[in-house]
């Protein structure tokens, strides 16, 4: 494991940057706001109920020894800001914080942690920190497994594990360890090792039309961001002018060329999983090295699919929209 850091790591929405003091006071702000602190803060509980403990004069010293040591090789901490082409002032903004802390006296072992402000809630922005820190933790500094939890009652957090892979080992009924929160909560207990980690997220993604579902429309669907008749139909147009079917590869790659999709080269003999894509939209055409082939669309490295089981099937080809 290499104690290099928090670099700033940057993906299409968002830069990830050690903390510094500028935008302590905003993530001082968000954590005031009840919905987010509820599952965050667990600061003892003595405090919950005393005021003055949380205004800005107070808390200002502990975030400046927070900033004192940010760039401490074993820190690893990032505010995440939103580029300023996706905020609502039209300027980068502080919209939360993601962070891989120690769990236990293994320091390859790391429990990970983060939130968001409500305003940018729901926009997958959590779910795209989140894996690139990890990303970085698996790939850069090397740590071997992720052990972490999530309130179950926190269907937002325990979502943005399952889509980054990782498996539920189990839960477990406890006294609530947050500052604002009492009573016995559920935890849903989460656990991620390096040798099963891919840098591609999954996300559920299902639709069909008149009981049907065909994954080449689907797959065009979510790319193009159309509805299922739509696509099903021009496809169809075409298959009749091509004589074929809308399965077939000259009229699917036919419809994705007329779209700005076109096909890229890759190292062959490649597992989904071990992709290695950047932050854009792709179809991949996968098989299982028999007569099963399958189509999913992969956006800033998220496959959307019925389930996650496409990421051992091995690549045909990969087209990426322009």
Not at 15 to 24: A, F, G, T
Not at 223 to 232: H, N, Q
Not at 241 to 257: I, P
């Amino acid at each position: 494991m290499k104690l290099i850091g928090s670099k700033v790591i940057e993906t299409e929405r968002l830069v990830l940057r050690p903390s510094s003091m500028k935008e302590q006071k905003r993530l001082w702000e968000i954590l005031m706001i009840p919905d987010v602190n509820k599952w965050y803060l667990t600061s003892a509980k003595k405090h919950a109920n005393n005021p003055s403990h949380w205004t800005w004069d107070n808390q200002e010293k502990f975030y400046k020894s927070k900033v004192d040591n940010a760039n401490n090789g074993d820190v690893f901490c990032w505010s995440i800001f939103l580029k300023k082409e996706y905020t609502n002032s039209k300027k980068e903004e502080v919209i939360g914080q993601v962070s891989a802390q120690e769990e236990g006296e293994d320091i390859t072992i790391r429990d990970v942690g983060w939130f968001i402000d409500p305003i940018y809630q729901g926009k997958g922005y959590a779910t795209e920190a989140a894996k690139s820190m990890i990303d970085y933790m698996f790939n850069e500094v090397g740590i071997n497994k992720i052990s972490s939890s999530a309130v179950k009652d926190n269907i937002g957090s325990c979502k943005i594990f399952e889509k980054l892979g990782f498996i539920k080992i189990g839960e477990e009924e406890k006294e609530s360890p947050y500052t604002f929160y009492d009573g016995t909560l559920t935890l849903s207990k989460y656990e991620l090792d390096k040798e099963d980690y891919s840098s591609i997220g999954y996300q559920e993604y299902y639709i069909e039309s008149n009981g049907k579902s065909n994954c080449v429309v689907r797959t065009l669907c979510k790319i193009l961001d159309k509805e299922y008749e739509e696509v099903y139909n021009e496809l169809t147009r075409l298959a009749n002018e091509e004589n074929a079917s809308y399965n077939d590869v000259c009229v699917f790659e036919k419809y994705m060329q007329k779209n700005n999709i076109h096909k890229i080269s890759f190292n062959e003999d490649i597992r989904v999983k071990d992709l290695g894509l950047d932050n854009a939209a792709y179809i991949v055409l996968c098989y299982d090295k028999k007569d099963y082939y399958h189509m999913i669309p992969i956006i800033n490295n998220i496959i959307y699919d019925k389930n996650n089981d496409c990421i051992n099937l091995y690549v045909v080809d990969i087209y990426k929209k322009h």
